[in-house]
């Protein structure tokens, strides 16, 4: 706890209340919905090394919150996964509602059938719910998913350009930090302010405070 405390202290100065904070640019802006999940989803890359994140889904409290990009690893990691499990369900309830239908094998193989169909259906759309492609930047030391973006959403290219800003403020932001031990404190910070505003779990910030701490000389 006590070399936590460390990493979180600060020897900059704070700034000064009575100066005004100009307001940041907009750098570029993605928008995206996902009619499965129905959710949707507003990020806004500042000036000010920031990405501003809105998330509004169904069931679901709107989310409003930034991220400090300096934290981020500029090499995002795509993830794809595929519920199999359900579509072979699918598979094999069309395959038997197909076969009882054409061999009569039992008394009312009609309304088996049919069963059989809307089973497979409900198994079609869990598979397609349950499956994903995604874009994630994950923080560069802690290793947390902080950016989540889907992938060809709304388009292949809408999404590359605004990855391709990303990546290239991230990685000037990274010219920027002036060492190791400063970069991983900044990124503890980051984190437990993301924690205490509810974005990230406080077992994600244990596990990511022993991740930064062993690395922290």
């Known amino acids: 706890m006590y070399l936590e405390e460390i990493c979180l202290s600060t020897a900059e100065d704070d700034p000064e209340v009575d100066q005004p904070l100009e307001a940041p640019d907009k750098v570029a802006v993605l928008e995206q919905a996902n009619w499965m999940r129905r959710c949707r989803l507003e990020f806004t890359l500042l000036n000010n090394y920031h990405l501003s994140v809105k998330t509004q889904g169904f069931m679901q409290d709107a989310r409003d919150y930034t991220v400090d990009i300096r934290v981020l690893d500029p090499h995002p990691k795509r993830i794809l996964k595929v519920a199999w499990s359900y579509f072979l369900i699918f598979f094999a309830l069309c395959g038997a509602a197909w076969f009882f239908a054409l061999s009569g094998f039992a008394l009312n193989t009609t309304l088996l059938s049919i069963s059989l169909v809307v089973f497979a259906g409900v198994s079609l759309i869990l598979a397609v719910y349950r499956s994903h492609d ?48 400063e970069t991983l404190r900044e990124e503890l910070k980051e984190h437990r ?25």
């Open 134 to 181: 995604r874009m994630v930047f994950y923080s560069q030391h802690g290793r947390t998913p902080l950016v989540v973006l889907f992938n060809r959403s709304p388009d292949r290219v809408t999404l590359d350009s605004f990855i391709d800003a990303l990546v290239e403020h991230i990685k000037h932001a990274k010219d920027h930090n002036q060492g190791a031990n």
């Open 193 to 217: 302010r993301l924690m205490e505003e509810g974005i990230i779990s406080s077992k994600r910030y244990d596990i990511v405070k022993q991740r930064i701490l062993s690395q922290h000389s």
